[in-house]
């Protein structure tokens, strides 16, 4: 074993009752390509059958027999490393019975070797167990199988069959790496409560002398035996001679004189209280004592290190001294004030002396457990704080469970008037006065602050300065709780939130601040309330019905609205979220809640196309609510969103609604040569017979764009419209079925000086009546009807109301060829 840090003589917290395990603190991230995880993921399906087979017989390490085996290993550990020296250096004259011994602790090493091959170990970065045999046997190849399996080799007997040669009897120190277990051991030892530390420390520091001790005694002993039996007087066993007594022939005595004879040079050496009549002889043994006394130097400065530490570094007083020269050199080299030096002095004699709280017991304890020992010494003083009357449980828990304590002893200015406050005090014991500071530097007590009183709260939650000075008159215990903790507890629990301010508005209605008060937790409210809305609304956003479960039972109104008028259950309907919008209905949201834009929840839905809410809302009893219909609906058209048009229709949009020139979504439909939306409005029953304030109707629109298709599907409409309403008006059916035109003598591209005026003539039946009526007024013969792009027209149903024709002769039409 060898000398460990002095850092090892700091003792423990005593009041832990259970063995601490060690853990490492630094987990590292681990970072592999997708390449790598998919051939690790094949490997392990490939071998899953053979591992499943063997994972049976894996050990877990707090298995009661491997237990009890760890103790027995032990044993033959610390005989292993106790005999290897002697084995070493007593190799001429060591007792056979030993041989035997070793022989039985290397079959009990080699048992070990198998064990480890099927143990169980923690993960050091994830603190999992880990039960893959693959991994247990990689991971204990890599640490201690190599030097495990070298020392289980018989080297005594390697050293006969390689010629008694002394370098291969150098490898027995392998052994040694046994020792491994008996550190563990005493680490293990310093670990358990339930052994006295200080008792652990001194009995391992009398195990690493001894053993140190121990060693030397058996290479001083190998120093005398490698000479030749000739000049064994020219050792330093050799040419000792104890009264009448004679070592000249050392390797005849008895062993056991032998090797406390050995033990005793050593421990001399090692104290270097002078050698008398036993020192070195030749040079060896010279060069050994030397780097041996070497070694002393820095093993004793170790035991005298830990044996001091252990006495000394535990005192209480010997801290406290030393924190107050640092203290007091800090303060030298910043000049401090007198004042804030007393300050400082009283309060690390508070700490040191008294017996009031020490924060760094707690500080090992895991944070569960510390909530619930916060919980049972503050909460009785935090539920009559009246501040926080009226408040829920789960509000005075999470305020409770982020309290640290304090002491301040007395004349100590707690907190100045007119600085920026980042902490609430709430007082458990003792005594202390606000005192405001006028103008001209006079003190006047506002008031006092006792038991269950709390301070700190106006500058925190009306962003103001601090109004007064709070200064210490008695001993005080106080409970402080940070600005930022507090804050973040009150977004959460927004109805006690309210509830504190309205407490905060009782007791301080007596001040003369009152109003300013009063104006600044209306603010923070309303800013609080807006907040929260938008949080309402994000969570409908995201689809998070837990949150929003939680931010309304917090006191969030989810019939509040954003700034743009939008509601919750808009946001939801755009996004899809049947479950919140579900919800939303269910704690009362208008269902037809109107946003500035005039838009409804429905009609969210139906703009995102998300016809399962549509479905939802409808039978929920939402209605469409869609204002301006006619131009919402022409524009719909007009970009050629059918889905849209679909959807308002469905949901009893009108289909005749008109924009501001009075023009239905089929007249925009017919215009711009959209079929399928003319067929689509003509099926939910728009007017092939609507007016437009030019008098312009659907089916006009369609004759002018000239497609048969388009007029075809309109008289269609036209005749079903007329069978389906008989009693409308004859002025309708003759607009709709007589059209006139006007037909120009000449060709529209002939020259400007050949033309002439025109006439206006109603629209026969056959395109033969319409060129003899041209033929009649204008005397002279045609034989077709042109437009004005210079196409003929060959069928009447292809001339729009209005039109302007061309009749030219046929001479004209030879001149243009």
Known sequence: MGPRSSDDGDDPPMEIEYEVQEIRDGIDDSQGSRFALLTREFRALRHRSREELLIRYIIHPDNRLYQFWTHFILIWAVHSSCFTPLEFGFFRGLPRNLFFLDIAGQ??????????????????????????????????????????????????LIYKVCGRKEEVRYLLWLRLCRVRKVI???????????????????????????????????????????????????????????????????????????????????????????????????????????????????????????????????????????????????????????????QIKGHVRLQYESSYTEASVLQDIPVSIRAKI???????????????????????????????EEFFLPGEVILEQGIAVDQLYFVCHGLLEGVGIGEDGTEETISQFGLNSSFGEIAILCNLPQPFTIRVCELCRLLQLDKQSFMNILEIYFVDARTVLSNL????????????????????????????????????????????????????????????????????????????????????????AIDKYGSTPLLEAIKCKHDLMV???????????????????????????????????????DPNSKDYDHRTPLHIAACEGLYLMAELLLEAGASVFAVDRWGTTPLDEARKRGSSSFIKLFENA?????????????????????????????????????????????????????????????????????????????????????????MPADTDLTNVD
């Open 107 to 156: 079959i009990a090493f080699f048992a070990d070797i198998v064990i480890q091959f099927h143990l169980a170990y923690r993960d050091s970065r994830t603190y999992r167990m880990i039960y893959s045999p693959a991994s247990i046997a990689f991971r204990y190849f890599k640490s201690g199988f190599i030097l495990d399996s070298l020392s289980c080799l018989p080297w005594d």
């Open 184 to 342: 563990g051991f005493f680490q293990k030892m310093e670990k358990d409560i339930r052994i006295n530390y200080l008792f652990t420390r001194i009995v391992k520091l009398i195990v690493v002398e001894l053993y140190c001790t121990h060693t030397a005694a058996c290479i001083f002993y190998y120093l005398a035996t490698t000479l030749p039996q000739s000049k064994e007087g020219y050792t330093w066993i050799g040419s000792l001679k104890l009264g009448d007594y004679s070592y000249q022939n050392f390797r005849q005595i008895d062993f056991w004189r032998r090797y406390l004879t050995s033990l005793y040079f050593a421990i001399v050496t090692m104290a270097t209280v002078g050698y008398g009549d036993i020192h070195a002889v030749n040079i060896r043994e010279m060069v050994f004592i030397m780097i041996y006394v070497s070694f002393d130097m820095i093993l004793g400065a170790y035991l005298i290190g830990n044996m001091t530490a252990l006495i000394v570094k535990g005192s209480k007083t010997e801290r406290f001294r030393d924190k107050m020269k640092d203290l007091i050199k800090y303060m030298n080299r910043n000049r401090l004030e007198k004042g804030i030096r007393e």
């Open 374 to 404: 916060s919980e049972s010494l503050y909460k009785p003083y935090i539920e009559n704080v009246q501040l926080f009357k009226g408040c829920s449980s789960d509000f005075i828990h999470q305020i409770v469970i982020r309290l640290r």
């Open 505 to 592: 508005l009782e007791s301080r209605a007596s001040n003369t601040w009152i109003k300013q008060l009063e104006s600044d937790i209306t603010l923070h409210i309303g800013r609080q309330e807006s907040e929260l809305t938008l949080k309402v609304n994000n969570a409908a956003s995201h689809g998070d019905l837990h949150h929003l479960k939680g931010l309304i039972r917090a006191g969030a109104d989810p019939k509040k609205t954003d700034y743009d008028g939008r509601s919750a259950l808009h946001i939801a309907a755009s996004r899809g979220h049947e479950d919140i919008a579900l919800f939303l209905i269910q704690e009362g949201v208008d269902v037809n």
């Open 615 to 653: 479905t939802l809302l409808i039978n929920k009893g939402a209605i469409l609510g869609l204002n301006d219909a006619g131009n919402q609906l022409c524009e719909a058209v007009s970009r050629g969103d059918s889905g849209f048009l679909k959807r308002v229709l469905s949901c009893g949009a």
């Open 718 to 806: 036209k005749s079903e419209e007329l069978l389906k309403f008989p009693d409308r008006s004859q002025e309708v059916r003759d607009k709709t079925q007589r059209r006139k035109c006007t037909i120009f003598p000449f060709h529209p591209w002939g020259p400007s000086d050949e033309r002439r005026e025109g006439i206006v003539i109603w629209v026969p039946k056959t395109m033969k009546e319409l060129i003899n009526s041209a033929e009649q007024q204008f005397k002279c013969s045609g034989s077709c009807i042109l437009s004005e792009e210079g196409g003929k027209i060959p069928d009447v149903d292809l001339i729009a109301d209005g039109q302007r024709l061309y």
